[in-house]
C-alpha cells in the first residue's frame, strides 16, 4: 500500500494507485508525497512531491447569528457566500451535522437547556469548499 501525506501530514493509507482529497479549500495550495509500504510495515523513500493549487472556490459565508426561538428550537442566519455556491454544510460542535441547500437561513430543534456552537462552509458544484463563517454558541 501507500502513505499519503498532504502538507507533510500523514493523510491516509491507500491501496490503489489513484485517490481523492476531498477535504480541501478553494484557492489552496496542497503539498503531496507518498511513501510506500509492505506487509511487514518496512517503508520506503518518499516519492517526489506534487503540488497542486484549487480553483478558487466560494466565499466565507458571512455574519452568522443565531438565536433561541423557543426553548427546544435554534435558527441561524448568515450572508450568502459567493462564487458558484451549490449548498451550505452546517458543523453543530465541531462535527458535521447537515446541508442545506442554497438557503441562508437553518431551523433546528435541540434540548432545551444545552449549548450549541455552529458554523457555516460553502461548497461548489465541484465540492470545492469555503472557509468556515464564525461560530455562534446559542
Not at 457555516?120 to 465541484?126: E, G, R, V
Amino acid at each position: 500500500g501507500y502513505a499519503l501525506y498532504r502538507n507533510d501530514v500523514f493523510l491516509k493509507n491507500v491501496t490503489g494507485l489513484t485517490t481523492t482529497d476531498k477535504a480541501v479549500l478553494g484557492g489552496a495550495t496542497y503539498v503531496y508525497k507518498v511513501q510506500a509500504y509492505d506487509v511487514s510495515n518496512s517503508y520506503s523513500a518518499f516519492s517526489n512531491t506534487m503540488s497542486v493549487t484549487m480553483p478558487a472556490g466560494p466565499t466565507t459565508p458571512g455574519n452568522l447569528i443565531g438565536a433561541r426561538t423557543s426553548s427546544t428550537k435554534v435558527t441561524l442566519n448568515w450572508t450568502a457566500s459567493t462564487s458558484g455556491v451549490f449548498g451550505y454544510n452546517i458543523y453543530r460542535n465541531g462535527s458535521y451535522y447537515m446541508t442545506v441547500n442554497l438557503a441562508t437561513s437553518f431551523s433546528d430543534n435541540v434540548t432545551a437547556g444545552v449549548n450549541y456552537t455552529y458554523k457555516i462552509q460553502a461548497y461548489d458544484s465541484s465540492n470545492i469548499k469555503s472557509p468556515f463563517s464564525n461560530e455562534v454558541t446559542i
